[in-house]
């Protein structure tokens, strides 16, 4: 079965430092592997996606993530950590087969300190 | 405005009454989802909808009927709302022509 995990559930950086922010799959076949991230009181917003190519991916916000194979992860990375990137970050794998369905992690909290 | 839109977005209700919670997107998508969201388990899907009039249970289905006559429209139902049933909903829709879902503000309902 398909799955992610999300080994932390807070991360605590220094405005200014890199984050990560880990996640790791397993999955059958190739995987699509998504990161949404969530504000206080708000929806998932939608922030890269790793589909096929490049195994750097470039998303919304000054994120990036890393597709490593042979690890299976999917770590979300961005170098300058600011104090408006504290959110709740979501990994999604999605599902084999032709539902479009989303199997996503438990989150990771990430507070940014000033 | 285009986009997903859910309703009510705050609810609180008692145990055993009926509760709908209304998903709209304007996209056209054919895809929508219905996940709820409780600390610790990240988002679960109840509910998922192929086209208009299909539709599939997920992983936690018990408690909820979904229905889907027309594409924009994905309404949620608590046919009798229990207090483990608290919890934020939120609504998501994909197309054919894209990998990502996209998501509602959600609502957050209370059961007592």
């Known amino acids: 079965a398909q799955s992610v995990a999300q080994p932390e559930d807070q991360v605590n950086v220094a405005e200014g430092n890199p984050l990560t922010v880990k996640c790791t799959y397993s999955?059958?076949?190739?995987?699509?592997l998504f990161w949404y991230v969530q504000y206080p009181n708000r929806g998932l917003q939608f922030l890269l996606k790793?589909?096929?190519?490049?195994?750097l991916v470039k998303g919304s916000y000054g994120f990036e993530a890393e597709f490593n194979k042979s690890q299976t992860s999917f770590h979300l990375k961005k170098p300058s950590a600011l104090v408006s990137d504290s959110a709740l970050y979501f990994c999604?794998?999605?599902?084999?087969?032709?539902?479009?369905?989303?199997?996503f992690g438990t989150g990771t909290l990430l507070a940014v300190q000033p | 405005d285009a986009g997903i839109t859910q309703s009510p977005r705050y609810k609180i209700t008692e145990t055993g009454r009926q509760v709908t919670l209304m998903c709209h997107q304007t996209?056209?998508?054919?895809?929508m989802f219905w996940y709820r969201q409780d600390l610790g388990h990240g988002l679960r899907l109840i509910y998922y909808?192929?086209?208009?009039?299909?539709?599939d249970k997920g992983e936690v289905p018990d408690g909820y009927v979904v229905s889907r006559s027309k594409t924009e429209n994905f309404p949620l139902t608590l046919e009798s709302a229990t207090r483990s049933q608290t919890s934020v909903y939120f609504c998501?829709?994909?197309?054919?022509?894209?990998?990502?879902?996209?998501f509602g503000p959600g609502t957050r309902l209370t059961v007592l």
């Open positions: 996209w056209s998508h054919s895809y």
């Open positions: 999955v059958s076949g190739n995987p699509y």
């Open positions: 909808s192929a086209a208009a009039d299909i539709t």
């Open positions: 998501a829709s994909t197309g054919q022509a894209t990998d990502t879902q996209y």
């Open positions: 999604a794998v999605r599902d084999s087969g032709a539902t479009n369905k989303l199997i």
């Open positions: 790793y589909i096929t190519g490049d195994n």
